[in-house]
């Protein structure tokens, strides 16, 4: 097997398949099975036939401050001095006018933005940590022609052989501990973390610490997976792609359906 099958690499989807012929999942992030999960229309329209949508305030904020934190480190690793100002003005560098109301709602989400960074500095920054990737994509090979992929937000070396994970949370309520025990976003990490042959990764689970860090609150929740809930997670992502290709994508009818789906004009659910 070639260095290729276990790459951190970008993924690009595959063309719309043709509708006469069998559905065929090669391969699943954790957003498109959450969104199968949420309505299977959904996910047909968004990740199957790939209809646009306009930006929201949300995924733009989001980018935003994600491509902030990393540019933050990199700066840092490179002797700039960490400062409430250099994140500001990296927040300024990387903020995307997409997606919001009007000018106000905008203002509002780049102060708030500014309120999580200041507060990260002051909570979590440590000079001390030794940051070894940061907003890293990758893919890995499940077996029986499926790969999984992702994003790393950041990977810090935490000694002893061991890394720790961290995925950054822009807008989520905080799970918890037992929600996050069974996380399956932090279980794609692991099982990445657990399979590409290359440093600072091939490391047994225990060696894995999975966090998942809520910018809003400065609070950090952390984890670890054994090889056996790897083995659930391959059996349960395997699961859903089956789901997926037998799926008659209907709408789920789920809440979300009331509160703004990006794709209400096409839903022929009641309401």
């Known amino acids: 097997m070639s260095f290729l ?5 970008a993924k690009s989807g595959k063309d719309t398949p043709n509708q006469d012929s069998p559905l065929h999942i090669d391969y699943l992030s954790y957003s498109q099975i959450e969104t199968f999960k949420t309505c299977p229309l959904h996910y047909k329209l968004k990740y199957i036939l790939k209809v646009p949508t306009p930006s929201s305030a949300s995924a733009s904020f989001g980018t935003a401050m994600h491509a902030t934190l990393k540019n933050f480190f990199e700066e840092v690793s490179g002797g700039v001095k960490p400062s409430d100002k250099l994140l500001y003005d990296l927040l300024e560098k990387n903020w995307i006018k997409e997606g919001y109301k ?11 933005g500014k309120i999580y960074l200041s507060g990260f500095l002051k909570q979590e920054f440590n000079a001390k940590t030794k940051v070894v990737l940061l907003e890293q ?6 077996g029986n022609n499926l790969r999984i992929g992702g994003r790393f937000d950041r990977v810090d070396d935490l000694g002893g052989g061991e890394i720790e994970i961290i995925d950054y949370k822009t807008g989520a309520t905080i799970p918890t501990q037992k929600d996050v025990d069974k996380n399956l976003q932090l279980s794609f990490y692991a099982l990445a973390a657990n399979k590409i042959p290359t440093e600072p990764f091939f490391k047994i689970p225990e060696k894995i610490r999975l966090s998942l860090y809520y910018l809003d ?24 792609r089956e789901e997926i290709e037998k799926s008659d994508f209907k ?10 789906c990006e794709f209400s004009l096409f839903c022929k659910s009641d309401k």
């Open 102 to 112: 009007s000018r106000s709602h905008e203002r509002d989400f780049f102060e708030k």
């Open 251 to 260: 709408c789920s009818n789920h809440m979300f359906c009331q509160t703004g």
């Open 137 to 142: 994509q990758f893919t890995i090979p499940l």
């Open 217 to 240: 609150q400065q609070q950090k929740l952390s984890t670890v997976r054994s090889m056996k809930q790897l083995e659930s997670a391959v059996a349960e992502i395997s699961k859903v």
């Open 5 to 9: 099958d276990y790459g951190i690499k």
